[in-house]
């Protein structure tokens, strides 16, 4: 059974960082793209950023780009997303997703979710 659980939200005040991390359980973690979305209260969910398989190319909305670094340790089965100078507008439930073929900025074409972890950001 594949399990994506993340960790590491909280609330936070404006320009802020967190570390959110995504642990992948029940398959072979080093063989899926993985991604990062949010989904704000009345909002569709909407792509953060992405790594690929393999190489680890890296792909981020334009509102992150600068400030978010998404990494993956697959020694540890792992996917991070390092969030730095937070805004009130990054308030969201983050989801971790991953594809077993690859990285995309497309919500319905991954395989598997996280139940998500809630990011606060006060101004």
């Known amino acids: 059974q594949v399990q994506l659980v993340e960790s590491g939200g909280g609330l936070v005040q404006a320009g802020g960082s967190l570390r959110l991390s995504c642990a992948a359980s029940g398959l072979t973690f080093s063989n899926l793209a993985m991604g990062w979305f949010r989904q704000a209260p009345g909002k569709e969910r909407e792509f953060v950023a992405s790594?690929?398989?393999?190489?680890?190319?890296?792909n981020y909305a334009d509102s992150v780009k600068g400030r978010f670094t998404i990494s993956r340790d697959n020694a540890k089965r792992t996917a991070y997303l390092q969030m730095n100078s937070l805004k009130p507008e990054d308030t969201a439930r983050y989801y971790c997703?991953?594809?077993?073929?690859?990285?995309?900025?497309?919500?319905?074409?991954?395989?598997?979710w996280g139940q998500g972890t809630q990011v606060t950001v006060s101004s």
């Open positions: 997703a991953g594809d077993r073929t690859r990285a995309t900025i497309t919500p319905e074409e991954y395989d598997y």
């Open positions: 790594i690929s398989r393999y190489v680890g190319s890296t």
